[in-house]
C-alpha cells in the first residue's frame, strides 16, 4: 500500500487506500477567511496551508503506544456492512479531529475509496449545578454561558468552563501548536488564555481563561449513560457559536482512534447521532439534566474528497466525561498527566482474534503479573477486545494504579490475570 507522506508541503492523498486498514491521516489547518467571499468548504491554497503526516493504528508504519507499551501493527477494525459502500472503521476508526471556523477548519482527511473519517467538530452542552427540567430548551439556557468559543488563529473550537477561575476543558487539537488562545463567552466578551496542559494520547487539553467569576459546567457521570439517553449539543460548528443541536447515545464503549500531536489518540466513546460539525470540538455532551457526559472529539463522515470538508452524518464520537474529568484534574494539579500502560509489545504478525503479547517488559506491570510472551490476551475486565485497538481503548479507560483482569489464551487454555497498570515514561 502507498504510503502518503507526500513532501510535507502539502499535496493530499491521491490513492485510495484499500483494504482494512487505512495507511495515513494528512492534517491541514485553514486560516479563517479575510475575504467575505471566500468558501470555507474550498481547499487551502499553498501559501496558507501546513500539512503534517499522521499515521493511524494499524498502518504500515507502527505507532509507539505507550499505554499498552506497544507497537501496534496488526489486523484493523470492523468493516462497515452497511451496504452503503462506506468503509468507516469502528474497531479501530480512523477518525479526523477538527477545529474548523466560519471561514477555515483543521482537520484529517482520511484517503479512502468512499469515504472518510473526520475528525467531529464537538458536541456540546453543559449544565449549571442546579438541575434542568429535562426540555432541550431548559438545557441550552442552563449550559449556554459555560460554553465557549476558542480560537487559535488558525482554526476554532468549542471548550466548557470546569473551574470558576477561568479553567475551560477542550480538545488537544483544537490547541496544539497555538501560539495565541483567545476564548470569547457568551456573552461576546473575550479573553486570551495559556494552555495549562494537555495529553495527545487522550486528546484533551485545559487551558485557562484570563476571567474570573465564570459559570460552570455541571459534571455527570459516564458510567450511568444508556444507549437511548438524550444527547445534546452545543458549540460553535463553522463559528457559529451558541448553536445547539440534539439527540440521543447510539452507542456506549466505541473503540475510536485518531492522530494527534505525534502519536495516536485513542477513545472509549460515547457515539450520538447528535449532530455535530467542525468547530464544534472540545465542547460538551451533555443528558437531558444539563450534565456533562462526554467530550466530542470526532464524527464519522462520508463522501469527503480532498478539497472538501464532510459534515455530520449522524455519528459523532465523545471522550466519555469520567475520564476527562480525571485527565482535566491531573493537567491542573501538575500540568501533565499520566497514561496507563501494562508494559507489553504487541506481536504485529498476529492476526487475531485478540492481540497475541510479543515482549514483555522485564520488571514491567505485565510482567510481575505472570503475562508471558505467546499469550493472547481476548479481553480486558470482561471486555472482549478483538484487536490492539479495542485493548489499548480498554487500557486507557482506567487510571494508572488500578487492576484490570486480562483473559488470556495460554497454550490453548484460558486463564485470567490481574495486571496493576503502570504509567508511560
Known amino acids: ?155 476554532q473550537g468549542s471548550g466548557f468552563i470546569i473551574r470558576s477561575d477561568g479553567y475551560i476543558l477542550t480538545n488537544n487539537h483544537v490547541v496544539d501548536g497555538a501560539g495565541t488562545v483567545e476564548v470569547t463567552f457568551e456573552d461576546g466578551s473575550t479573553a486570551s488564555a495559556q494552555v495549562v496542559g494537555a495529553n495527545p494520547g487522550y486528546d484533551l487539553a485545559v487551558i485557562k481563561a484570563d476571567k474570573t467569576g465564570l459559570p460552570v459546567t455541571s459534571l455527570g457521570s459516564s458510567a450511568d449513560v444508556k444507549v437511548g439517553d438524550t444527547a445534546i449539543a452545543i458549540g460553535s460548528p463553522l463559528g457559529l457559536q451558541g448553536t445547539v443541536t440534539s439527540g440521543i447515545v447510539s452507542a456506549l464503549d466505541r473503540p475510536v482512534t485518531a492522530g494527534g500531536s505525534g502519536e495516536t489518540a485513542f477513545i472509549n466513546a460515547i457515539q450520538t447521532d447528535a449532530a455535530v460539525n467542525p468547530g464544534n470540538s472540545g465542547g460538551p455532551l451533555v443528558d437531558g439534566e444539563g450534565k456533562v457526559i462526554g467530550v466530542n472529539s470526532a464524527i464519522a463522515s462520508l463522501g469527503a474528497g480532498a478539497g472538501a470538508q464532510a459534515g455530520s452524518i449522524g455519528l459523532g464520537f465523545a471522550i466519555p466525561i469520567d475520564t476527562a474529568n480525571r485527565i482535566a484534574e491531573e493537567l491542573i494539579n501538575t500540568g501533565s498527566s499520566q497514561t496507563p500502560v501494562i508494559g507489553a509489545q504487541i506481536d504485529n504478525s498476529y492476526s487475531g482474534p485478540g492481540v497475541r503479547v510479543g515482549e514483555v517488559t522485564a520488571g514491567g506491570p505485565a510482567d510481575s503479573a505472570g503475562v508471558q510472551s505467546g499469550d493472547v490476551i481476548t479481553a480486558v475486565d470482561g471486555r472482549n477486545v478483538a484487536d490492539y485497538t479495542e485493548l489499548v481503548v480498554a487500557i486507557r479507560d482506567k487510571g494508572v494504579g488500578q487492576p484490570v483482569t486480562l483473559t488470556v489464551d495460554r497454550s490453548g487454555g484460558e486463564q485470567e490475570i490481574t495486571v496493576t497498570l503502570g504509567a508511560s515514561q
Open 1 to 155: 500500500m502507498a504510503m502518503h507522506d507526500d513532501d510535507r508541503e502539502g499535496a493530499y492523498p491521491t490513492e485510495p487506500i484499500r483494504g482494512e486498514q487505512p495507511t495515513a491521516v494528512q492534517q491541514w489547518f485553514v486560516p479563517p477567511a479575510a475575504d467575505a467571499g471566500s468558501d470555507a468548504d474550498s481547499p487551502p491554497n499553498e501559501s496558507d496551508r501546513r500539512v503534517d503526516d499522521w499515521y493511524v493504528a494499524g498502518a504500515g508504519a507502527p505507532i509507539h503506544d505507550d499505554t499498552i507499551g506497544v507497537s501496534p501493527g496488526g489486523p484493523g477494525g470492523r468493516k462497515d456492512q452497511s451496504g452503503l459502500g462506506a468503509k468507516i472503521i469502528i474497531g479501530a476508526a480512523a477518525v479526523a479531529l477538527l477545529a474548523g471556523g466560519a471561514g477555515g477548519a483543521a482537520g484529517y482527511m482520511l484517503a479512502d475509496s468512499q469515504s472518510s473519517v473526520v475528525a467531529s467538530p464537538v458536541v456540546t452542552g453543559g449544565g449549571t449545578s442546579a438541575p434542568v427540567d429535562g426540555t432541550i430548551a431548559a438545557v441550552a439556557t442552563a449550559v449556554g454561558p459555560s460554553v465557549v468559543n476558542i480560537s487559535t488563529g488558525s482554526g
